[in-house]
RNA sequence: GACUUGGUAGCUCAGCUGGUAGAGCAUCACACUUUUAAUGUGAGGGUCCUGGGUUCGAACCCCAGCCAAGUCACCA
């Protein structure tokens, strides 16, 4: 890649800084005394202070200059003034170093005092600066004015993603999202080890990928010679370990799915799961709603928050409506009972795509997605979900029909999913089988039989009730972000196109013909090169930009020649 | 996967009916010792996403492709 005129710029003045003695990348550490945020909150007048970060901004006015620092909690205002910095004759540390030298994104160290300016702005005024680290690339830089309007923001999403460190630094708001959404890890953290829950780690790389119907990312290992997959849930893993005798373990899981992308979906993103023996799904429920109003809070100070138009009220508790009385809610058609053809035609006369293969569950499940689902916008729980759509929950105590099933919704989205788990070893295996047929039937996300887990269960699984919550998808609604990819730090994006300093063949047949002529007359060249008028115009103007080779002009004509 | 929109200077964006590539900020030079989107004067800076085509001539029109965003479909 051709670096640009800005780029070539401060290239010239790292060599200056060399020149003149001055490490633009020192290796000492730098001894701050405090922060621009502590500056704020506690201004002294007069008091003396050592910081560093990054420069953001200059007004220069001659032998005067404000400018900006920002450090990691913020910004606050400099004032470099030439005799307050060079106290003796020699000017040079203000009129080089700083004025020409310096650059916007540069990181420094400051020694000064703080002061008010005239119009009241809380300053620091340098006595002695340093270099800590020249950026050699600038920074998008967005202004913002008085009354806070941002101009030429650095807003294209594209570039965001890819360049995410740079988005950080200009883009304060985006560094708060990423605050809140550690916030809301501590805060879940902190709730369950108040409870005395355990955190735990189990395998990304598993032989079967278990614990959820989703396509998996594949790899092999060298030395087993054994395909293994990245997990796609840890569900079945963290149940092992209820086996083996913990009351309540979780993770905060990164799962990996193999599927589509979109505003909602990464093929990377994070589950927390929670198994707690000796509980069911009511006692979850309660669980679930106590520990969302504490992550509220911990995140946004209330258990308010806005998303979109809607304003989410996160205070427990939460309604609790059964998958059949929502259906009947939103449609005034009750599922009790119904046969299958009675349920096809039903979803087939409200305009729901159906099909034949469709059983019983899935036709509910489509039901409530078409026309339920999106109604929820305040935190709701969905409970009692048809059986075939559940195949490691518990059947309902009183409906062999349902499962003990619920899933939290907010703002027509699921982002929990909970149950009684299943303990029953031969329910389970049989599940698992029915799973295996639709494999063989060509469903590529069923689940495949998992032997060594059912060997643990048959060990014998306490009853036990485990959480699943979408993380990306909770912080997604506590910060206000329609888009999965304003939550991660680095969402996955197609890989960029290779800058290529490698010739195209036009420009490689006259690269040849060049070599053997070292120089050329224009005209002589084209004609042996036998290109068309416009291919050999690209090829020779793409070996000048490329600077492989010059094109001179003498009284004599046009030459082409090698650059050396 | 389908459709829609977009891709032009470091950043944000204009660019008329196809006729020498534009602005603001940023950069460089000069001036300016309490400014704050600092200001004034001057200058430099371009693979107009890529590759073909039409044309005397393409940022612009046509075809193919790449990347992104959005909508829908699929998928938890």
């Not at 080089?96 to 916007?104: A, P, Q, R």
């Given at each position: 890649m051709p670096l640009s005129e800005q780029e070539i710029v401060r290239r010239e003045k790292l060599h200056k800084l060399r020149d003149m003695?001055?490490?633009?990348?020192?290796?000492a550490q730098y001894h701050v005394t405090t922060s621009t945020a502590a500056i704020k909150s506690h201004f002294e007048e007069g008091k003396k202070v050592v910081i560093a970060g990054r420069l953001m901004s200059r007004r220069i006015q001659g032998k005067a200059s404000f400018a900006e620092l920002q450090d990691g909690k913020g910004k606050i205002q400099v004032y470099f003034n030439r005799d307050e910095i060079c106290t003796?004759?020699?000017k040079t540390l203000y009129n080089?170093?700083?004025?020409?030298?310096?650059?916007?994104g540069d990181f420094i160290g400051i020694e000064g005092e703080l002061f008010t300016t005239n119009v009241g702005e809380q300053t620091i005024m340098v006595k002695n600066f340093v270099l800590l680290s020249k950026a050699l690339k600038p920074l998008p830089l967005p202004k913002t004015d008085a009354d806070g309007n941002t101009y030429?923001?650095?807003?294209d999403p594209e570039m965001r993603y890819r360049q995410r460190y740079a988005d950080l630094v200009v883009n304060p708001s985006v560094k708060d999202v990423f605050v809140k959404r550690t916030k809301l890890f501590n805060a879940m953290r902190s709730f369950f080890n108040e409870r005395e829950y355990f955190e735990v780690e189990t395998p990304i790389l598993q032989p079967i990928p278990g614990g959820a119907a989703a396509k998996p990312f594949v790899t092999h290992h060298n030395s087993l010679d054994i395909p293994l997959y990245m997990r796609i849930a840890n569900e079945l893993y963290l149940k092992r370990l209820i086996v083996g005798g913990f009351d309540g373990v979780y993770e905060f899981s990164k799962n990996f799915r193999n599927e589509g992308m979109d505003r909602t979906h990464n093929p990377e993103f994070t589950a927390m799961e929670i198994y707690v023996s000796y509980k069911d799904y009511n006692w979850m429920m309660e669980f679930t709603e106590n520990l969302l109003e504490h992550c509220a809070v911990a995140v946004n100070g209330g258990t308010k928050s806005t998303f979109g138009q809607h304003e989410i009220e996160w205070k427990a508790p939460y309604p609790r409506v059964t998958m059949t009385d929502a259906i009947k809610q939103f449609?005034?058609?009750?599922?009790?009972?119904?046969?299958e053809a009675e349920l096809y035609d039903f979803a087939k006369s409200i305009d729901i795509e159906v099909?034949?293969?469709?059983g019983k569950g899935k036709l509910i499940d489509e039901i409530f997605g078409e026309k339920?689902?999106?109604?929820?916008?305040?935190p709701t729980f969905i409970t009692?979900?048809?059986?075939?759509?559940?195949?490691?929950c518990k059947t309902h105590r009183e409906n062999p029909?349902?499962?003990e099933r619920f899933e939290l919704m907010v703002c027509g989205k699921e982002i929990a999913n909970a149950y009684?788990?299943?303990?029953d070893p031969i329910d389970q295996r049989e599940r698992f089988e029915a799973q295996a047929a639709l494999a063989d039937r060509g469903d590529d996300e069923a689940m495949f039989i998992d032997q060594d887990f059912l060997r643990a269960l048959e060990y014998g699984m306490p009853p036990t009730s485990g959480l699943g919550i979408g993380m990306d998808r909770l912080i997604m609604f506590l910060t206000n972000n329609p888009s999965i990819q304003e939550v991660l730090f680095f969402p996955q994006m197609r890989p960029e196109k290779k800058a290529g300093v490698e010739l195209n063949e036009d420009e490689k047949i006259v690269f040849e013909r060049l070599k053997k002529h070292q120089k050329a007359d224009l005209n002589h060249l084209k004609e042996e090169s036998g290109l068309s008028n416009k291919k050999w115009d690209k090829a020779v103007k793409g070996l000048t930009n490329k600077k492989v080779a010059k094109v001179s002009k003498t009284d004599d004509g046009l030459f082409i020649e090698l650059s050396s």
């Open positions: 003695g001055i490490d633009p990348y020192p290796a003796g004759d020699d080089e170093v700083y004025k020409k030298l310096l650059d916007i030429d923001e650095f807003n449609t005034g058609f009750d599922i009790t009972g119904k046969t099909d034949q293969s469709m339920c689902e999106g109604n929820f916008i305040q009692d979900y048809p059986k075939e759509m559940s195949p490691l029909e349902l499962t009684s788990e299943l303990n």
